[in-house]
């Protein structure tokens, strides 16, 4: 089994070609498959999550791990995050050149601000999908207090 000390990971994913632009992805570990399409910008119909939105799903739900790791989750009262990224066509090839993380962390009271903040920003360091792209990542990362006013999203 392996753990947190070991130098090397291997992640398996497998694809089984549906019909048209589309596919089934799988893993061996969930009894949830993902259909994927092809964005309608490529000539798809779109109504599948694309491969452009799962990899920006991955830097964005990477950041959250990554984050719960330095603070643990139940130091947030809600977490929610935007990916954006642009894909332009440079030396020839369509690639994404920009991705823009729009984190915003609701903290219970401004007692843990430091710690929040202090997650952030080893997050922004060590997010390991953020460290392997090579599109430049900017972050937009908030910290804002949960008010009695405001609503906190369904988990």
Same mark, same amino acid.
């Given at each position: 089994?392996?753990?947190k000390?070991d130098k090397q990971?291997?992640?398996?994913?497998?694809?089984?070609?549906?019909?048209?632009?589309?596919?089934?992805?799988?893993?061996k570990e969930t009894?949830?498959?993902?259909?994927v399409d092809?964005?309608v910008?490529?000539?798809g119909k779109? /109504?599948h999550w694309s491969?452009?939105q %799962?990899?920006?799903? *991955?830097? !964005?739900?990477c950041f959250?791990?990554?984050?719960f790791?330095f603070?643990?989750?139940?130091?947030?009262?809600d977490?929610?995050?935007?990916?954006?990224?642009?894909?332009?066509k440079?030396?020839?090839v369509?690639?994404f050149?920009?991705i823009?993380?729009?984190?915003?962390l609701?903290?219970?009271?401004?007692?843990?601000r430091?710690?929040?903040?202090?997650a952030? /920003?080893?997050?922004?360091?060590?997010? %390991?999908?953020?460290? *392997?792209? !090579?599109?430049?990542v900017?972050?937009?990362?908030e910290?804002?207090?949960l008010?009695?006013?405001?609503?906190?999203?369904?988990?």
């Amino acid at each position: 089994m392996q753990g947190k000390k070991d130098k090397q990971f291997l992640f398996t994913t497998e694809l089984h070609w549906k019909e048209n632009l589309m596919g089934r992805l799988s893993v061996k570990e969930t009894t949830e498959d993902i259909i994927v399409d092809t964005p309608v910008c490529f000539g798809g119909k779109g /109504e599948h999550w694309s491969p452009e939105q %799962l990899f920006l799903a *991955s830097i !964005s739900s990477c950041f959250m791990a990554t984050y719960f790791s330095f603070a643990a989750p139940h130091s947030l009262a809600d977490f929610y995050c935007t990916a954006i990224g642009q894909v332009e066509k440079t030396e020839g090839v369509y690639r994404f050149t920009h991705i823009n993380l729009y984190p915003i962390l609701y903290i219970a009271n401004e007692s843990k601000r430091v710690v929040a903040q202090q997650a952030l /920003e080893k997050t922004h360091q060590h997010c %390991l999908v953020t460290q *392997s792209v !090579s599109a430049l990542v900017y972050y937009h990362s908030e910290i804002k207090v949960l008010g009695e006013s405001m609503v906190v999203h369904e988990h």
